[in-house]
């Protein structure tokens, strides 16, 4: 069994800095990619910013440029530092993790961290 457990959500104000973690456990042979994602009332989910096992990134256009991804693999870790955070930025961020247990390949995801941006 695979869980993600995501921290370092919470407030901070227009303008301020958070940084999300994500951990995997579990029997996980190989790591295809790891990211994150958000939602927010009303909307669907959306992507902010994956990676790869061999390093290549992936940011949704509202975040290029303030967000950044990175990663530890020894310790199947993702992180998400959140610069020039903005209101519209407030969402419930998930981690997604695409691991092969055995012959499988398969997504999982965090239950989620609230990220509010507001003064």
């Known amino acids: 069994q695979v869980q993600l457990v995501e921290s370092g959500g919470g407030l901070v104000q227009p303008g301020g800095s958070l940084r999300l973690s994500c951990a995997a456990s579990?029997?996980?042979?190989?790591?295809?990619?790891m990211g994150w994602y958000r939602q927010s009332p009303g909307k669907q989910r959306e992507l902010v910013a994956t990676?790869?096992?061999?390093?290549?990134?992936n940011y949704a256009d509202p975040v290029k440029g303030r967000f950044s991804i990175s990663r530890d693999n020894a310790k199947i870790t993702v992180y998400l530092q959140m610069n020039s955070l903005k209101p519209e930025d407030t969402a419930v961020y998930s981690c997604?993790?695409?691991?092969?247990?055995?012959?499988?390949?398969?997504?999982?995801w965090g239950q989620g961290t609230q990220v509010t941006v507001s003064s």
């Open positions: 997604n993790g695409r691991f092969r247990i055995g012959n499988t390949w398969s997504d999982y």
């Open positions: 579990g029997s996980i042979n190989s790591v295809y990619s």
């Open positions: 990676m790869k096992s061999g390093g290549g990134t």
